[in-house]
């Protein structure tokens, strides 16, 4: 059996020397001769920086931005390995301005100082990259996918052994006094910690991809290409400004939690999103089964204008009808068999309403006498009278929750669907490969700018890649270093 090797610094730092040594001219390059960065910095970003002390900047502030997008690029861990790299690339320095390294206290105080300059260059890069987007592919630009996730802090209770240390108590309370199955010592876990940690409250405890954490919680949009439109940091700020988002105490159940966390804040996000970008226009909303609530549903299509949800059905609650069957997507069934869906027959208009149209699942257009085919059912034990079959016309506004503008079970829900998992690759890209994990720090400002800076990485890689006409490197420009 082979053993796995353990990375180490300086096989880190040796890996991304021969990067720089191998490739710097060429990269560097094609950021140079292709990506202005002074153009798209704000104006508000520039007079903030260059007057914030009254005095002339030895950094400029291409500079630091630089630096930044390069740290993430080249997924450089840690400031401080970025500022080894600095000290000794000349061409890495010369590239971003620097006529000598600055030190950490000072990229640092860069994120804090300017946290809200760095939310305007992130939006006006949305703005900048919308066009590119919908020449790519309109269809997938035109769909708004959003997910939550969180940024595990630098702090005690995020250590395995914390967690294990409470579950394992609780197992031997269990076998000590007997108690039956239906005491969960995870569940209990759960319950018994604390809902923040002890060094800072604004880093909640989170159930998220299938373990304990304590966050600072962010939702993201994305569009179908998987290119994020926007990041909302759930802060005291967000809460402030956002006072019809009821703050509630954390049930038995972690994915209860979740879900009424995420439910509760996408109407505020999409409204914040949509006032700050008006010329962009979705009529395509993702989601998972956590907002699947009658007042999502009707808060999308009345107020925000969508015209198709793919929202999976929450589990807990299913759909009734009281005119006629259906099964669990939705779709009418035959009355004499309720495991015998009825056939779609497209979507229309009857007087102005859009009307989903179902027929009789044993009916198939036949050649009559007079040469025209026409629909005819062959039920040995018809419902109804009619040659047709018995026909079923929904009308959607009457129950957005059981057909959001599409029905469920279908082949175009199944493959549009797929498509919302572009948002979870989106969000580990970030923590992956822009580094946005693991960082050893638990100060509200720098990681909220750590977020920040990763969305607009990956929007200047957009950038970057219709410049060079390959847009296939919309979401990587790992393939251009490689």
Not at 68 to 84: G, H, K
Not at 165 to 177: D, E, G, T, V, Y
Not at 364 to 378: E, M, N, P, V
């Amino acid at each position: 059996m082979v053993r796995p090797k353990q990375i180490s610094f300086a096989d880190i730092y040796s890996d991304c020397n021969n990067v720089f040594e191998n490739d710097k001219y060429h990269f560097l390059s094609l950021l140079e001769d292709n990506i202005n960065l002074e153009e798209l910095i704000p104006a508000s970003f520039y007079n903030h920086f260059y007057s914030y002390f009254g005095r002339k900047r030895i950094y400029p502030l291409s500079g630091f931005l630089w630096a930044l997008l390069i740290q993430r690029i080249f997924s450089i861990p840690t400031d401080n390995l970025l500022l080894i790299f600095l000290q000794y690339s000349k061409e890495l320095r010369d590239f971003c301005g620097f006529s000598k390294v600055p030190d950490a206290s000072k990229i640092t105080r860069f994120k804090q100082d300017f946290l809200m300059d760095l939310q305007s260059f992130f939006d006006s890069l949305v703005d900048v990259t919308e066009p590119i987007c919908q020449k790519i592919d309109e269809s997938l630009a035109s769909m708004t996918i959003f997910d939550t996730s969180g940024i595990e802090a630098f702090v005690t209770e995020n250590n395995p052994k914390y967690a294990n240390r409470i579950i394992s108590q609780l197992k031997a309370f269990k076998k000590a006094i007997g108690l039956d199955d239906s005491y969960d010592p995870y569940k209990a876990a759960y319950k018994s910690m604390p809902s923040h940690a002890t060094s800072n409250q604004a880093i909640k405890q989170l159930y998220i991809n299938g373990h304990f954490c304590y966050v600072f919680k962010f939702g993201i949009i994305t569009n179908g290409l998987g290119i994020v439109r926007d990041i909302s940091f759930y802060n005291k700020n967000f809460i402030d400004a956002h006072p019809d988002i009821i703050v509630e105490k954390k049930t038995d159940s972690p994915q209860e939690d979740k879900s009424l966390g995420d439910a509760k804040a996408l109407i505020p996000v999409l409204k914040d999103f949509f006032d700050k970008h008006p010329l962009i226009n979705p009529k395509v909303f993702l989601g998972d089964a956590a907002f699947d609530t009658v007042n999502i549903y009707k808060s999308l299509f009345t107020e925000l204008n969508f015209e198709k949800a793919y929202i999976p059905l929450n589990s807990r609650s299913g759909l009734e009808n009281q005119d006629y069957t259906i099964n669990e997507d939705g779709i009418p069934c035959c009355p004499h068999d309720k495991n015998l869906p009825m056939k779609p027959e497209g979507s229309k208009s009857r007087c102005g309403i859009p009307t989903f149209k179902f027929v009789c699942p044993k009916m198939s257009w036949d050649k009559c006498l007079d040469g025209k085919y026409r629909r005819r059912t062959h039920c040995d034990n018809p419902c109804t009278d009619s040659l047709c079959g018995r026909m079923v016309y929904i009308y959607p506004e009457k129950n957005l929750r059981a057909y959001p503008g599409t029905i469920r079970g279908t082949e175009e829900w199944d493959e549009t669907y797929k498509i919302r998992s572009v948002v979870e690759k989106s969000i580990n890209h970030f923590k992956d490969s822009f580094c946005l994990a693991g960082r050893r720090t638990q100060n509200e400002k720098t990681l909220h700018a750590d977020l920040l800076l990763a969305g607009i990485t990956q929007l200047i890689t957009v950038v970057l890649a219709d410049r060079i006409h390959k847009h296939k490197y919309i979401r990587s420009l790992k393939p251009l270093i490689a």
